[in-house]
């Protein structure tokens, strides 16, 4: 390449020499200032023309949108905010972009108009700034897992069991829809499916991370995740990446050090690495902000809020206690929320979970030691017969963005747990394998990366913090 980044030349001293950048036009004023961006950074290059140098043809096809490759000299900036700036000599129009129809002009455009442009948005200053981000996080999960002794473990994809009860997930299947062949009793016959057997898209790779947290001692899965659920929210796609650790000889306490640890890890990270864009993006936010009643701004800048949660203990409550303080708290007592809250056992919706974490303690929160009737059967059961060791963590704005666990490791209380949910052994038996062999204390959990990276951006809507979301009704691209 005889080219330079963007990034690179903003940051190198200006001696006339002669460069040489590719990009894309922001915008080009005056027929003289293109401001020119290649994606690795924020900011701009501004390109000076000098029209009487070119011939009005090439002109014509600068506009935004068009592919360049500009040649010129590296010199001081004359204009603010910039430290340099190119005198193009030579310019050449890769492609050009007709302004008739090119939808991502230099004005605002609303979130939805850009979901139905995803294959374009990233040329917006906002979605470059979130990819980027979402990508130094990525990059930072696997580095603090590295840096920790863990593995990274591949889960299947596609998977023969359902960790979480059935009624939400992708069937995967090459049988003929229209006509698949039939059992005697009129069901669809999976025998003669590809796999022989019922397959779906995976919902979680938990169980069989456990199976292998029983032999390399710390794993995790970092790998898209699949659910049919028909919740259409702000916080909730259909495909979506999942983060789940699993590490042998962990109890919930280490579990719950681990997960806020690495939390505050990976946005360590994003604070260190990723400044022009938390600072692009945070300016975004207070100006989103100023259109809403003072009520619904948010008390801290994206910056200092991430910095917050950096420095700031998480605080641990139990469930128990946390029923305790819905109950006696003001939306509760004046009937606000929509499920009020009168009896422990009670599952909590995320308007509580928000009161909790918003309105009561201000600060993300860890609830533990759930009902058993609400979670899941492989939860570690705790003495008193009636909790499981379960553990979820709440996020301002966010809501749940942790669901994890110590891990029933006993067989015998394993199984009677499976019976009472009518669960087959025989579609587990891996699964109980491993507790009849060399069991030990162990936990997990599952962070949704996307909602990571909501936080991380202050985006508003999970749907803009994924390259092209897949909710209902929705799979273009
Ligand atoms: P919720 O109650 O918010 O639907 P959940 O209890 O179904 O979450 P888990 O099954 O514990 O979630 O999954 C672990 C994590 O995965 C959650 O804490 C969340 O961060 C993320 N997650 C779950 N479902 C979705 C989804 N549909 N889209 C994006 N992230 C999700
Ligand atoms: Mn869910």
């Known amino acids: 390449m005889d080219s330079i980044s963007i ?3 903003l940051s190198t001293a200006p001696k006339r020499q002669q460069v040489t950048v590719n990009g894309w036009v922001k915008t080009f004023r005056s027929n003289r200032f293109i401001a020119l961006n290649d994606g690795s950074t924020i900011h701009n290059v501004q390109c000076v023309v000098d029209f009487e140098q070119f011939d009005e043809d090439l002109l014509k096809q600068i506009a935004s949108g068009a592919a360049l490759k500009v040649t010129g000299t590296l010199v001081e900036s004359q204009g603010r905010g910039q430290s340099v700036e190119i005198q193009a000599n030579d310019i050449f129009v890769h492609g050009p972009a007709d302004p ?11 979130m939805e108009f850009l979901r139905e442009k995803a294959h374009l948005r990233i040329r917006t200053n906002t979605f470059a700034a979130v990819m980027r981000v979402r990508s130094a996080l990525s990059f930072a999960v696997h580095k603090y897992f590295t840096d920790n002794g863990f593995y990274y473990f591949h889960a299947p994809i596609i998977t023969g069991s359902d960790a979480e009860g059935a009624g939400e997930m992708f069937r995967v299947t090459t049988l003929d829809c229209k006509n698949p062949p039939l059992t005697e009793d009129g069901e669809v016959d999976h025998k003669e499916d590809f796999f022989g057997k019922e397959t779906n898209l995976t919902v979680s790779g938990q169980l069989e991370a456990e199976a292998y947290a029983m032999g390399l001692g710390k794993v995790y899965t970092f790998g898209p995740t699949f659910r049919a659920e028909n919740s259409n929210t702000s916080r909730h796609l259909a495909e979506f990446w999942m983060i789940e650790p699993e590490m042998a000889f962990y109890d919930l306490n280490a579990n719950m050090d681990l997960a806020e640890d690495f939390i505050k890890g990976v946005l360590s990270y994003v604070l260190e690495n990723c ?18 009643p003072q009520a619904e701004r948010s008390e801290m800048a994206l910056i200092e809020k ?3 949660i950096v420095d700031n203990n998480f605080k641990r409550v139990t469930y128990t206690e946390a029923i305790d303080i819905l109950r006696n708290s003001k939306p509760n007592k004046k009937k606000k929320f929509q499920y009020v809250i009168d009896e422990w056992g009670a599952d909590l919706q995320s308007e509580h979970e928000r009161f909790l974490v918003e309105k009561h303690f201000k600060c993300p929160v860890i609830l533990f030691d759930y009902p058993a009737k609400i979670k899941a059967f492989y939860m570690r059961l705790n003495e008193d017969g009636k909790t499981v060791r379960a ?17 029933e490791e006993r067989l015998d209380v394993l199984r009677e747990k499976m019976a009472e949910l009518d669960i087959p052994e025989e579609e587990l038996w891996w699964y109980l394998d491993l507790r009849k062999f060399g069991t030990a204390v162990h936990s997990g959990f599952g962070l949704g990366f996307e909602r990571l990276v909501l936080f991380a951006t202050g985006m508003g809507n999970i749907r803009d913090v994924i390259p092209f979301p897949r909710t209902p009704q929705n799979a273009e691209f």
């Open 391 to 407: 553990m979820d963590i709440l996020f301002p704005g966010i809501g749940e963005i942790v669901g994890g666990s110590q891990r």
């Open 306 to 308: 991430l910095k917050f």
């Open 7 to 9: 990034k690179e030349i």
């Open 100 to 110: 008739e129809t090119y939808p991502i002009q230099p004005k605002k455009h609303s």
């Open 275 to 292: 400044a022009d864009d938390l600072a692009f993006l945070e300016k975004r936010l207070l100006d989103e902000e100023k259109t809403k």
